[in-house]
């Protein structure tokens, strides 16, 4: 199983509104991360999790909240967000180290409006 | 610091020939990781072949190759007899160390890839 599922696909929501990004992934790996992603760009490291620890936050606002409850899931909660927080949000795993390919679910694409 | 630079913003083939997709990086890690991913118009990043700093050989993935030449600082993606399902957007990378017990993706800005009939 070589799968991360990302839920929901899509989500709408407005600029009061309380919503969560989830994450799964079986395949033992022990990091996670959270990219985001605007249009016709790259993705834009936001956290990465090692061993269920928030290892890096890229300086990302507290507006975006990330929980990692244990080796198979990654949460991403959204508070208060702006317009300009629509992008893609992707979520990937990997084994630790510089030298393994990470695999990336198909993404959550968020609007908020 | 580590930069992924890919100049071609764009690129065009015809089905069934061969393109080449440019990648340069700057490191000056002696050991670092180089990965080229696929991203469809559907979103997901679907990890296409990696190549290692150390590794003699260029690697080989099916259609999918890197010229890897470390001395100039490039591993360009070769795909062969392109197909209308390579149109994607490709992205080269390199594992970098982040924090103090990390590595994370950094991204070239990519190359939007058409093929057509």
């Known amino acids: 199983d070589t799968e991360v599922t990302q839920t929901p696909k899509h989500l709408v929501m407005g600029m009061t509104n309380k919503k969560s990004l989830k994450c799964e992934q079986h395949?033992?790996?022990?990091?996670m991360y959270w990219y985001k992603q605007k249009a016709k760009k790259p993705p834009e490291l936001m956290f990465v999790?090692?061993?269920?620890?928030?290892?890096i936050n890229e300086s990302v606002p507290s507006r975006f909240s990330p929980e990692c409850p244990n080796s198979s899931l990654l949460n991403l909660h959204l508070h208060a967000l702006q317009p300009e927080d629509s992008a893609l949000y992707l979520c990937?795993?990997?084994?630790?180290?510089?030298?393994?390919?990470?695999?990336f679910g198909q993404g959550t694409r968020l609007t908020v409006v | 610091a580590q930069k992924i630079t890919q100049t071609q913003p764009g690129m065009f083939v015809q089905e069934k020939e061969a393109v080449t997709l440019d990648c340069t990086y700057d490191?000056?890690?002696?050991?670092?990781?180089l990965f080229w991913y696929k991203q469809p118009s559907s979103g997901e990043m679907i990890f296409l072949i990696y190549?290692?700093?150390?590794?003699?050989q260029n690697a080989t993935e099916g259609r999918y190759s890197l010229n890897f030449q470390k001395a100039r600082k490039s591993a360009n993606l070769v795909i062969s007899a392109s197909q209308l399902g390579d149109s994607a957007m490709y992205f080269c990378?390199?594992?970098?160390?982040?924090?103090?017990?990390?590595?994370?993706?950094?991204f070239g800005k990519g190359t939007s890839l058409l093929v057509t009939p």
């Open positions: 490191t000056s890690d002696p050991s670092y990781g």
């Open positions: 190549q290692g700093s150390y590794d003699q």
């Open positions: 395949m033992g790996h022990r990091a």
């Open positions: 990378a390199m594992r970098v160390p982040k924090g103090n017990s990390g590595y994370a993706l950094n």
């Open positions: 990937a795993s990997s084994h630790l180290g510089f030298n393994t390919e990470a695999f």
């Open positions: 999790y090692s061993y269920e620890k928030l290892s």
